[in-house]
């Protein structure tokens, strides 16, 4: 089963629009602000089904949950591509091209509720039955480097159809093949891993499971906790991250222009010979930080002192981040980003197990989608704002690059956790906590 599972990683993180999706949505002719609003809806809508939909899937059967989930993905890739394709080569309206992209959002957004916590709890399912609780963060380490593997032959995927294309939008239909082929290997995952699932499930089932749930994960301290940091490091990192894509294109045109001046090269064709690089060398070490976060673990001897050096370091980063974005200093700026990248991929495998040691397992898919439901709210307030304040400064001329408010909040939320973090005495345990 580990092999499925990373392979569902592999194939899930085939998102060919992401390295490009901040510069498919400028090369539709929105704002940064516009941008910020659609990723706050689709968090919003998240935020809205992300519970219940747990709760389904705890109840109702967590396989079927996935492959609804990677339907609901394929059809916002098509709305996506199609509507992009309207206004850049049709003149769709605005008003028309923003209320398809909220359609596509919001597909997205069942998508993403349906599959994040769903999958992480049939891998806790299948440790549980084979005796193997105490390997949470090596296993989901493991299986989390293959989603960094499928990362890094993505975005050269990626980069060779923008490349053939020069077109950001043509990546979304390109999307769909992979998640097709996720819901066949969905279909080979055996019924024993979806735990109990009862006959007939009833609202007021649902609604008692859910309730009984969120109850728990906010009286117990040390789950509370966890889902505040999940908010401060995962939302703002989901907020913040897509702002690599202007900023590795600001620093590839005098590249380029530089090294391929005999080349009639696009804007779009320009961009990928850094985007291409940096992300694949990015996922490489986010790979190699997910598969040894245990190791990590074992060195500071805890989950929670992991957590705490893992938030001094983001200060740090940021703290070196934040003048280099004032100045525009682009390969401090695209290093820190790598490193925040490569920090995260050690910070979410600790961050799970840090979930599984206060979670019953039989409410393992509900408590994950707190979590996620915690991350898309701060990620739904933060969006917005970044872009605004990134339009601001850009439209004052205040800074060098008009993304350095990014490395302001970033260093004060980072510095904040820091320095309330405390150790628990022990996550060795598996807690329940009905």
């Not at 990362?151 to 043509?170: G, H, L």
Request: aromatic share 14%.
């Amino acid at each position: 089963m580990i092999g499925r599972f990373s392979l569902y990683g592999f194939l899930k993180n085939q998102q060919y629009y992401d390295y490009f999706l901040i510069l498919a949505f400028r090369q539709m002719g929105l704002s940064y602000f516009a941008i910020g609003i659609l990723v706050a809806f689709r968090e919003i809508m998240i935020n809205l089904m992300e519970i219940p939909t747990g709760g389904v899937a705890d109840l109702c059967g967590r396989r079927g949950s996935m492959i609804f989930s990677f339907v609901s993905y394929i059809i916002s890739f098509a709305i996506f591509g199609s509507s992009g394709v309207a206004a850049t080569e049709f003149g769709l309206s605005q008003p028309v091209l923003i209320s398809l992209l909220f359609l596509a959002m919001f597909f997205f957004a069942i998508g993403d509720a349906f599959r994040t916590g769903t999958h992480k709890a049939l891998i806790f399912t299948w440790l549980s039955n084979q005796g193997r609780t105490n390997d949470v963060t090596e296993v989901y380490g493991y299986t989390r480097s293959w989603s960094k593997i499928g990362s890094a032959v993505s975005v050269i995927v990626a980069c060779v159809i923008v490349f053939k294309t020069s077109n950001y939008i043509t990546v979304f239909f390109f999307a769909i093949i992979p998640y097709i082929l996720n819901i066949v290997n969905f279909l080979g995952y055996p019924k024993e891993i979806d735990c109990k699932i009862e006959e007939k499930t009833s609202l007021g089932d649902i609604v008692n499971h859910l309730k009984i749930t969120l109850v728990s994960s906010v009286k117990q301290v040390g789950l509370r906790r966890l889902i505040f940091e999940s908010m401060g490091f995962e939302g703002f990192f989901k907020a913040s991250k897509d702002y690599l894509q202007p900023i590795l294109m600001a620093a590839a045109l005098p590249l380029t222009a530089a090294l391929f001046a005999d080349l009639q090269l696009s804007n779009e064709q320009k961009s990928v010979v850094l985007i291409g690089p940096v992300f694949f060398l990015l996922f490489i070490l986010s790979a190699l930080a997910s598969r040894n976060a245990y190791r990590l673990v074992s060195k500071a001897g805890h989950e929670d002192q992991t957590a705490k050096w893992l938030w001094g370091v983001g200060a740090l980063v940021f703290l070196v981040l934040l003048p280099a974005m004032f100045y525009e200093t682009h390969w401090i700026m695209i290093t820190c980003f790598v490193v925040l990248y490569v920090i995260q991929n050690f910070w979410r495998p600790v961050l799970i197990s840090r979930f599984y040691a206060h979670s019953d397992e039989a409410k393992g898919a509900t408590v994950l989608s707190i979590e996620s439901q915690a991350k898309s709210l701060s990620t739904m307030i933060l969006a917005p704002v970044l872009g605004l304040a990134i339009d601001l400064a850009r439209g004052h001329s205040i800074g060098g690059s008009a993304f350095w408010p990014m490395g302001a909040l970033g260093l004060i939320i980072s510095f904040g956790f820091f320095m309330t973090a405390t150790i628990s005495p022990s996550h060795s345990t598996h807690h329940d906590y009905r």
